[in-house]
């Protein structure tokens, strides 16, 4: 098996895993288990759902999510009673308990009394009961409601032994422009820029007639005639994840008042637009992701893979959290197939692979009412007597046999860099085209390090970088001068360095930096451009060695100031530019190369960065990446495959040795150790 580099070693020897995880791994070994409900069911189903439960090998279980209305049937009541015979029985069964802070679902009596508790969309229409989700982040009487539910369910479990993780509220994200939002947004404003003149400047007022005279004129970016100021929605997005976090974190701090040694996590969805994870991430002590694939989405695989290395990101390297997955089909999209036999399995090992010490489903039991009663669950309406219930069991048992996965380091040399703040500002309206986005750039760079089996950290802006050999920005449309001045300092101090099109364009105010482009990077990447021209249909280029490939959707008229070029336009005109700078190397791309071109450009990054991937010749489909000293294999394709391996090794979950070659069918996994001469298992 190849060894690992010095730099990954490195990583193994240092990486600490955090408190909060490792309180829940600690002689549990991976985490398994899902959403239950069990206030869906009479009491005489639980007793069958524990024993079902125990047989799957579940040690953990998210309880209340939806329960407000069960334990707060009318305001000021409590009904705690269910709850505890629910957690006395977890906790016989010796089943660890994620206990929700049932806050993401109001019961309609909050509503029908308080209707401002309710939210307000961007036409001024209040959303109504009857659904889920419906609070205003920034309504006090919800606020108020929802502490006081939430110290009493923490006093009442501070202590149980079957509490572990509390779970506040689900998949945060709403917004909301009433009236008391507008208020909250005038104070977040007042808190960043002071006086209104600072403000008038931030938000380019003087742009069609838009100054403020008063902070009461400032409301919240309601629908209007014309597209809006993209510097007034910059800030509201801004403040939407902000009031839902400041939401999050007076939750969180009632709990951490009444249970100070129990980990505090909220279920994050991924690249999700309306929040910034990387401002929430640091307030929470698990990271925890909920994530659906899309069976029929050929890229499925890649994408789930670059939500884990967020997740891994968003948790600094720490084990993170799969809250959610479906065990088969999703009752949310329009068409929804079921899950090939076997995809359960593959899916899940590819997040432990990927830095994952839990994983759990959306939900235990299928729902026989409600608007998820088609979704699928670990146990069917059909009963445990299925293919996929089956397949449920097998897989939890399977997951000991990873015990010692848990907390074990993804080492990456790659980092790739993503903002949610860029995100908003790139895809405001009015920019030269829409086609270029922030997520789906992020996913073309991040495919071919993919299929070259090479670990990538996804980091935010202001990471260190000083670890990385090779650092990728897709896009920073949006760049602060001190990000830019970093990205500089990494590649004169000898990293390497890739910038995607249409980067540092703007500042944090979302105003044009002027001159020639990308004003704060044109020196390190010894190269600038004058005009974004996006193209209709196929754009031919030719690398400088001749030969030629497609881009699409945009182009730069550039000109290289020192850098050299590496790909052309058939037009004329530099494509890809490739800088000496200091003791590194940076590379600039000025449209939006094919998949393959990508990849080569991917595989002569790497080069200049002497990074490789953790096996060479990986064949087509085959995700390959190391988690400490276990090298997993996963076969995503549709034909069987062989993979070379350069030493012997042994499968932690069959038990079966592979010497030089290793045969794997579709979506079949391979937990790789090194075999001591002794057939026992050692360390790299
Ligand atoms: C989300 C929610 C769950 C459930 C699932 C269905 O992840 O958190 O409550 O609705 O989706 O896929």
């Given at each position: 098996m190849a060894s690992l580099d010095n730099a990954a070693a490195r990583a193994v020897e240092t990486f600490q895993p955090g408190p909060g995880m490792h309180t829940l791994t600690a002689g549990r070994g991976l985490l398994f288990g899902g959403d239950y409900n069990p206030e869906q069911w009479p009491e005489h189903v639980w007793a069958e759902d524990v024993e079902l439960m125990r047989a799957a090998g579940v040690n953990l279980v998210t309880v209340g999510v939806f329960s407000w209305a069960r334990i707060e049937?009318?305001?000021g009541k409590r009904d705690f009673a269910w709850l505890d015979r629910v957690l006395d029985l977890m906790s016989e069964a010796g089943i660890a308990v994620d206990l929700a802070t049932p806050t993401a679902s109001p019961p309609p009596w909050l509503g029908h009394r308080r209707p401002q508790t309710l939210p307000v969309d961007e036409s001024g229409h209040r959303l109504w009961y009857?659904?889920?989700?419906?609070?205003?982040?920034?309504?006090p009487v919800y606020r108020e409601r929802a502490l006081a539910l939430v110290a009493d369910l923490a006093t009442r479990y501070a202590g149980h032994p079957a509490l572990a993780l509390w779970h506040v509220g689900n998949e945060y994200g709403q917004i909301c422009h009433c009236d008391e939002s507008a208020k909250a947004f005038r104070t977040w404003l007042k808190d960043r820029y002071g006086d209104l003149d600072t403000l008038n400047d931030a938000w380019g007022t003087t742009f069609w007639s838009q100054r403020y005279s008063d902070w009461a004129e400032i409301i919240t970016p309601r629908r209007a005639p014309s597209m809006i100021n993209p510097s007034q929605q910059l800030d509201w997005r801004r403040f939407c994840s902000d009031a839902l976090l400041a939401h999050f974190r007076a939750e969180r701090d009632v709990l951490r008042a009444r249970t100070p040694d129990t980990p505090i996590t909220t279920n994050f969805m991924g690249?999700?637009?309306?929040?910034?994870y990387w401002s929430w991430a640091d307030e929470e002590d698990i990271v925890s992701n909920d994530h659906y694939p899309d069976?029929?989405?050929?890229?499925a695989p890649a994408r789930a893979a670059l939500t884990h290395d967020l997740m891994r990101g968003l948790a600094k390297g720490r084990p993170w959290l799969l809250m959610e997955q479906s065990t088969s089909a999703v009752n949310w999209r329009p068409h929804n197939p079921p899950k090939p036999p076997g995809r359960l399995r593959l899916e899940s090992l590819q997040a432990v692979a990927r830095g994952a010490d839990g994983l759990c489903y959306f939900q235990w039991r299928a729902s026989r009412f409600g608007a998820e009663r088609f979704h699928s669950a670990m146990l069917p309406h059909a009963g445990p007597d299925t293919r996929l219930h089956a397949e449920v069991r097998a897989h939890g048992r399977e997951l000991r046999e990873l015990?010692?996965?848990?907390?074990?380091p993804v080492p990456a040399r790659v980092a790739m860099v993503f903002d949610w703040p860029n995100w908003w500002a790139l895809e405001e309206r009015g920019r030269p085209s829409d086609r270029l986005n922030a997520t789906d750039q992020l996913f073309c760079y991040y495919l071919p390090f993919w299929e070259r089996g090479v670990s990538v950290d996804l980091v935010p802006p202001s990471a260190d970088l000083r670890g990385y050999s090779l650092v990728v920005v897709p896009n920073l449309f949006l760049i602060s001068d001190e990000d830019a001045a970093a990205l500089s300092g990494y590649v004169r101090g000898g990293g390497v360095l890739v910038v995607g099109p249409f980067s540092g364009i703007v500042d944090q105010r979302a105003h044009v930096r002027t001159g020639r482009f990308p004003a704060p990077l044109r020196d390190v990447l010894g190269a600038s451009g004058e005009e974004h021209r996006p193209a209709d249909g196929p754009v031919r280029c030719r690398w400088t060695t001749g030969t030629e490939f497609a881009a699409h959707t945009w182009t730069e008229l550039v000109a290289a100031e020192g850098a050299e070029t590496m790909a052309e336009f058939a037009e004329g005109g530099p494509a890809v530019l490739r800088h000496r700078s200091g003791q590194g190397v940076a590379w600039y791309v000025a449209t939006m190369p094919e998949p393959d071109a990508l990849g080569e450009l991917a595989t002569r990054a790497l080069a200049d960065a002497g990074v490789h991937g953790v096996l060479p010749d990986l064949p087509r489909g085959v995700e390959a990446v190391r988690r400490g000293d276990v090298l997993f294999l996963l076969n995503h394709g549709t034909d069987t495959v062989r993979v070379p391996l350069p030493h012997a090794a042994t499968d932690l979950l069959t038990g079966s040795a592979a010497d030089g070659e290793l045969t794997l069918s579709p979506q079949e996994v391979a937990a790789l150790v090194n075999p001591s001469p002794t057939g026992n298992r050692v360390r790299s």
């Open positions: 049937p009318e305001q009857g659904s889920r989700n419906q609070f205003c982040p920034s309504s690249l999700f637009k309306p929040v910034d069976p029929s989405d050929p890229l015990a010692s996965v848990a907390g074990q």
